[in-house]
């Protein structure tokens, strides 16, 4: 499974709704302070943050919205579409041994 870490997400059973907006822009997002404590207690925020810096350009991920996220791919050099995958404790890109 590539998203392992996932089974542990903190956010498990909350209602998927309001980690996305219909519009997908961040401002949008209703409670974004009640989700930044679910993820700011979560064991796996860390991979979840490589995850959607590299993956979601939607929705609230690891305590970020999508513009957040969009900053740190600025920052960091990265484009959405970079195929990542986690592998036993690692990122590895898609179709590279
Ligand atoms: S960091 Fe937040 S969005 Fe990511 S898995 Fe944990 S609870 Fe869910």
Redesign the pocket.
């Known amino acids: 499974m590539i998203m392992e870490w996932?089974e542990r997400?903190?956010?498990i059973g909350t209602d998927t709704n309001g980690?996305y907006s219909p519009d997908q822009g961040s401002k949008q997002i209703p409670d974004k302070g009640e989700l930044k404590r679910?993820?700011d207690r979560?064991e796996?925020?860390d991979q979840?943050l490589e995850w959607a810096v590299k993956h979601e350009t939607h929705g609230?991920?690891?305590?970020t919205t999508p513009d957040d996220r969009q900053r740190m791919r600025h920052t960091r050099g990265l484009w959405v579409d970079d195929p990542m995958y986690w592998d036993k404790g690692r990122w590895a890109k898609v179709g590279r041994g």
């Open positions: 996932a997400a903190n956010c980690w679910i993820c979560c796996v925020i979840c609230f991920w690891a305590g």
